[in-house]
């Protein structure tokens, strides 16, 4: 998940005082347009894929794959979202956090090749409380990863399937994602630790 779910503020523009943009409109398209393009590759025509995206914007990404898959094969493809909140291992950490939607397609997950979707990858926490969640769920084929950002600094051995781009950086920088459906603008900003 992002490390904000704010909404951008003038100093988190790019070329604002300690970040930049390493993502913008363009770069985001082309590369779910390029993870749609691989997940029916390897998944050899989506025929038994959920997209499941991680709340908040992995789930507004999920529908951008969706409708993406759709031009592309010419039908829709289920896509739900999955609510990790109470499977999390940082629940007394943090403030109180609200309870997110799960939507499942109406036929479920069992038997189906699931792909969880993702803002960015971090220690793999997220990813791992998604997992557990969809234990609760059902039982699918086969569990994927998609992530429009791998920042590395695993915690977990996780590993995203497919990633839109792989960005290194120091554990003290934030990543966030803008989406134009929940911000009003489509960017990826590195932001050093002190910027707001």
Do not use: C, W
């Amino acid at each position: 998940m992002s490390d904000s779910s704010a909404p951008p503020s003038s100093a988190a523009k790019p070329g604002a005082s300690g970040s930049r943009a390493v993502l913008e409109a363009p770069d985001i398209h082309r590369a779910l347009t390029r993870i749609a393009h691989e997940i029916l590759e390897r998944t050899k025509g989506a025929d038994d894929v959920v997209l499941l995206g991680i709340p908040t914007r992995g789930a507004t990404l999920a529908r951008r794959l969706g409708d993406r898959i759709e031009q592309f094969e010419g039908r829709k493809v289920p896509i739900g979202s999955i609510d990790i909140t109470m499977y999390r291992d940082d629940l007394r950490r943090g403030p109180v956090r609200p309870l997110g939607p799960t939507e499942l397609p109406p036929d479920g997950i069992d038997g189906r090749v699931v792909v969880l979707v993702d803002d960015v990858l971090y220690s793999g926490r997220t990813v791992r409380a998604a997992l557990d969640a969809l234990n609760d769920l059902g039982r699918p084929t086969a569990v994927q990863l998609a992530t429009l950002v791998d920042r590395g600094h695993r915690e977990l051995p996780i590993r995203a399937d497919y990633v839109g781009k792989n960005l290194p950086t120091a554990k003290s920088e934030k990543v966030k994602v803008y989406l134009q459906e929940i911000d009003g603008r489509d960017a990826v900003l590195l932001m050093k630790g002190d910027a707001k």
